[in-house]
């Protein structure tokens, strides 16, 4: 199993991005898809998630700005990132939760860079 990112890429701010996760291999069903993003110096964070069937879950300083979605016949995973702050610029790892009693993510995506930039 592997997870495929695109959508990344340098943007003004109160500019627009959206994120795509693609589920590629053989996978017989999972719990939930998000991402996290990761600032240079700092840690890894948890931005937002949605279970397979069910609501988004956000993180304070994105809700409202962005929104999570799932297709579950593309096996793909969105985030619609508004509003793009300087503070949103980091490398966003999309990943996948294979059960909910899992307490790290099963699987993780490459990466893709965000800058939010005049």
């Known amino acids: 199993v592997q997870l495929v990112e695109s959508g990344g890429g340098l943007v003004q701010p109160g500019g627009s991005l959206r994120l795509a996760c693609t589920v590629s291999?053989?996978?017989?069903?999972?719990?939930?898809m998000g991402w996290y993003r990761q600032a240079l110096g700092k840690q890894r964070d948890l931005v937002a998630w949605?279970?397979?069937?069910?609501?988004?879950n956000y993180t304070d300083s994105v809700r409202g700005r962005f929104t999570i979605s799932i297709d579950l016949s593309k096996d793909t995973a969105y985030l619609q990132m508004d509003s793009l702050k300087p503070e949103d610029t980091a490398v966003y790892y999309c990943?996948?939760?294979?059960?909910?009693?899992?307490?790290?993510?099963?699987?993780w995506g490459q990466g893709t860079q965000v800058t939010v930039s005049s």
């Open positions: 949605i279970p397979s069937i069910g609501d988004g």
């Open positions: 291999g053989n996978l017989f069903g999972f719990y939930a």
């Open positions: 990943f996948l939760n294979l059960h909910v009693s899992s307490t790290t993510p099963d699987f």
